[in-house]
């Protein structure tokens, strides 16, 4: 039975679930439920703090998870990143009072507060940077104004609450996060692992497409079909009238509406968009 770690709270916890259950899986109804076995599926959901799953996962006790990018980072676990699931981005970036440092190299000598130890100790040694890591559970904006930190390093949002502090960003991003699929890094995908991935990348790519038909004269298909070229390639049909043949494809949805209007002006007409439940590529 395969057995999949889930976040039990947090922003990752509903999109994580919906996402599961929109692939097909059993998952909690009662946020009071810490296992779920789905044996329809051969699949246990184990409910765990996010910050947890990864070093659930690297050290076998489960074959799978769903956690951030940046907690995987942190754990420093054998767990390796499958998939994004294109859910709960963050940016991960350094601040400090407002115009006082510029780049990374200046946090030399200072300290730096985070809940991300594992993760800003590395991006620091990577830098060539030595500089005092302070670990704190919980909100770090406070860290500079208490006099425990100099600098901190911690998710970025908006930057209110930074500003609000009298802070600001500075540097490039330690990294940009988001919700990530993660396995054992010995695991094959041939045990369950490999369904699991196919199955939320078929949700992954259903959130992110949508099925495009349209009819056009034939003389304008090949401009059509370069504006819609589909995965592999549109599906072409012949229509009762010879001169028009009707369009099949998968287009991003972030751009249906560029694509309608690029097909009415080629002459396209009776365009219809139709959203994707799920799918397999």
Excluded at 195 to 211: M, Q
Excluded at 260 to 273: K, Q, T
């Amino acid at each position: 039975m395969l057995r999949i770690a889930v976040p039990n709270k947090g922003s990752l916890a509903e999109p994580a679930a919906e996402m599961l259950r929109e692939a097909g899986y059993l998952v909690r109804r009662d946020p009071k439920e810490l296992v779920v076995t789905d044996l329809v599926n051969d699949v246990e959901l184990f409910y765990l703090r996010p910050r947890d799953i990864a070093i659930y996962v690297g050290s076998g006790t489960v074959d799978a998870g769903i956690t951030g990018r940046d907690l995987l980072l942190d754990s420093g676990s054998d767990a390796v990143e499958m998939m994004g699931l294109g859910f709960g981005r963050s940016t991960f970036r350094y601040a400090a009072r407002a115009g006082s440092l510029t780049g990374v190299g200046d946090i030399a000598g200072l300290r730096v507060a985070t809940s991300y130890p594992g993760l800003v100790s590395a991006h620091l040694q990577q830098a060539g940077v030595a500089a005092e890591v302070v670990r704190l559970d919980g909100a770090v904006e406070t860290a500079i104004t208490l006099g425990v930190a100099d600098v901190i390093a911690d998710v970025v949002e908006t930057g209110a609450t930074l500003r609000s502090q009298g802070l600001a960003v500075f540097g490039e991003p330690l990294l940009t996060s988001e919700a990530v699929l993660i396995r054992r890094a010995e695991v094959i995908e041939d045990n369950g692992v490999g369904v699991l991935r196919r199955r939320l990348l078929g949700v992954v790519t259903a959130r992110d497409f949508v099925l495009l038909d349209y009819d056009v004269p034939v003389e304008f298909v090949e401009q059509a079909c370069a504006i819609t070229p589909g995965l592999e390639s549109p599906t072409v049909s012949p229509l009762h009238d010879p001169s028009w043949v009707a369009v099949r494809a998968m287009v991003p949805r972030s751009g249906t509406n560029r694509v309608m209007d690029e097909l009415y002006d080629l002459g396209g007409r009776g365009i219809l968009v139709t959203r994707i439940a799920a799918c397999r590529l």
